[in-house]
């Protein structure tokens, strides 16, 4: 945007670019644009009070305002951080309910004695302690992340770095976490507990949650994929 187009910019015009330049979660995003557009619309209110047209107004409090190319990375940077925080909340809310709902599922479903654990594989145990640490460890960072984003974003001088890599989290966690919860439960002596209706149930919860973190990891790294909106340079 040229500072000739800019100062020839009305407020709708302005606001309309502004939000094709940043993107992110739709409410946040939602807020950030009609913030931007109540102070622009105070500022022409102002000027037209001291007599100025309305569409010199405008052009005027467009042209304070400043270049989209010079206010969309800041507002950019609050709706990534934004991402990561709603990823950080799911992943520390969602991932100790997961665990909490399987593990309780495999001590009842069929009920465990000392026979059924004695003849379980030797590899059954590694595995079940590598699936709990992992799970652990994802909702720890998630919990991490949130507060980083949030109380201590003050100190952080990238947060685009933790969203993008909450993001890579899921991606890289979810595909180990199925796979060894595939091998407990098909590979342990004994009947599985998928026979059964609360199984099936705690599967259906399982993949709605684990859709929810794909889907706000996807959106993490399709934000942060690029440092900044791509805007021209002022001339």
């Not at 590899?123 to 201590?152: K, N, T």
């Amino acid at each position: 945007m040229t500072l000739r187009t800019l100062g020839t910019m009305r407020i709708d015009d302005y606001v309309s670019e502004l939000d094709r330049a940043i993107t992110g979660p739709h409410g946040p995003k939602r807020d950030l644009v009609v913030e931007a557009r109540d102070s622009l619309i105070d500022s022409a209110d102002t000027l037209e009070a001291d007599g100025l047209t309305r569409a010199e107004a405008e052009r005027i409090a467009v042209a304070e305002f400043g270049p989209v190319a010079e206010i969309a990375p800041g507002y950019q940077a609050e709706l990534t951080s934004s991402s990561g925080r709603r990823l950080g909340i799911l992943l520390f809310i969602s991932v100790p309910i997961t665990v909490l709902m399987w593990s309780v599922l495999w001590r009842m479903y069929p009920p465990a004695d000392d026979t059924v654990w004695a003849t379980q594989p030797g590899w059954y145990w590694p595995a079940s302690r590598l699936l709990d640490i992992l799970q652990l460890g994802v909702g720890m960072y998630g919990g991490l992340a949130l507060f980083v984003l949030g109380r201590g974003a003050r100190w952080v001088r990238r947060p685009r770095l933790i969203t993008r890599s909450l993001g890579l989290v899921v991606w890289i966690s979810l595909p180990v976490t199925a796979g060894l919860g595939l091998l407990l439960t098909f590979g342990a002596a004994g009947s599985n507990s998928l026979e059964f209706l609360p199984a099936l149930l705690a599967n259906l919860a399982t993949s709605a949650l684990w859709g929810m973190q794909v889907y706000c990891a996807t959106r993490c790294l399709r934000i942060t994929r690029a440092s900044r909106p791509h805007a021209q340079p002022s001339r």
